[in-house]
């Protein structure tokens, strides 16, 4: 059988650059990784599965890391989990990935490396392959707000598309018809089911109300406040008279563009966020807006990740835990 030297000797590489490419991808140059992988597809080697099985320390530590700390959002998830974590006497090593899959894949590396019991992660990309690579290397890992729809692991979410119906209700009740959904269904699971909650309420309400999809680039201020701008623009018959949005960052962007450029929220334009985030209450439009138990959420995962870790044997079945989001309703409607 070849062996990890035989690899590292066709690849012209190191040992130590075969063990990162198996065990450490993120931290070897890509024509390094194409490299390895090629010799060892040639040589048929299969690494010992023993010496790669994860061994946690001795220290009772968790290890989070979340998609964006610059997002309120996450900061109030994380504050719930290290809140837990305080209680029980566990150590925390928080990452940030800043939406960036290379530096999660690095911080994924980095909490291994410290030997953390198990990993609390909100993923930047739910389809990541990393992640199976943990999950098949035994670390317990618990996924917070987002998970793949065919990932059978330990996760605690929010009914999103419960939370997409709450908001098109509202809307629908206070008689708007024109209503646009402000966010990327396309590119993120959670943002399609707000949607498709949305247009179920759409699709069965009485009347001609229409529903339309205006694409964001990404979930913040700065976007919201460009789209605030390009709706503002239309003329008043091709304006919609209310907005939902994917988050509450694209909604107070929205609202502070809208005022600017002279338009009433809401006798112009209604507009309902997602999250009720701390300055969702303060702005100059308070914001209506579906809550979701942000520090329930992280505290709900540290205490799946205790039953993980505490519980002898292989890991169990997969457990979800689904909470469910409340309208809150302020100004801007």
Not at 180 to 198: D, I, N, T
């Amino acid at each position: 059988m070849a062996t990890i030297r035989d690899v590292a000797r066709l690849a012209g590489v190191s040992s130590g650059t075969v063990s990162n490419v198996l065990n450490r991808p993120s931290y070897v140059r890509a024509d390094t990784r194409e490299r390895v992988q090629r010799a060892i597809s040639e040589l048929d080697f299969i690494p010992d599965q023993r010496s790669r099985q994860f061994r946690p320390g001795r220290t009772r530590t968790i290890g989070i890391t979340v998609a964006e700390l610059g997002n309120p959002f996450f900061v109030d998830v994380a504050l719930g989990a290290e809140a837990v974590c305080r209680e029980r006497d566990l150590g925390v090593v928080l990452c940030n990935s800043s939406y960036d899959p290379q530096l999660e894949s690095q911080n994924l590396d980095l909490l291994v490396q410290q030997r953390v019991q198990g990993i609390i992660i909100s993923p930047v990309d739910e389809r990541s392959s990393r992640l199976d690579m943990l999950k098949d290397r035994g670390v317990p890992m618990v996924f917070v707000d987002r998970v793949g729809d065919d990932r059978d692991v330990w996760s605690v979410v929010i009914d999103d598309r419960e939370g997409g119906r709450l908001g098109a209700r509202h809307l629908v009740s206070r008689g708007h018809r024109r209503i646009a959904f402000l966010g990327h269904p396309h590119r993120s699971p959670k943002v399609r089911s707000r949607y498709e909650g949305a247009r179920e309420v759409v699709h069965q309400s009485d009347g001609d109300i229409t529903l339309e999809v205006v694409t964001t680039a990404s979930w913040t201020v700065d976007e919201g406040r460009r789209l605030g701008a390009a709706l503002a623009a239309r003329p008043h018959d091709k304006r919609p008279s209310a907005v939902l949005c994917a988050n509450d960052m694209l909604a107070l962007g929205l609202i502070q563009e809208l005022v600017r450029c002279g338009l009433r929220v809401p006798d112009d334009i209604a507009v309902v966020g997602y999250d009720d985030i701390e300055w969702a209450s303060i702005g100059a439009v308070p914001l209506t807006t579906v809550a979701q138990p942000r520090e329930r959420l992280g505290r709900t995962a540290v205490e799946m990740m205790i039953q993980l870790i505490d519980r002898p044997g292989p890991l169990p079945q997969a457990n979800h835990i689904v909470l469910a989001p409340e309208l809150v309703v302020r100004s801007s409607t």
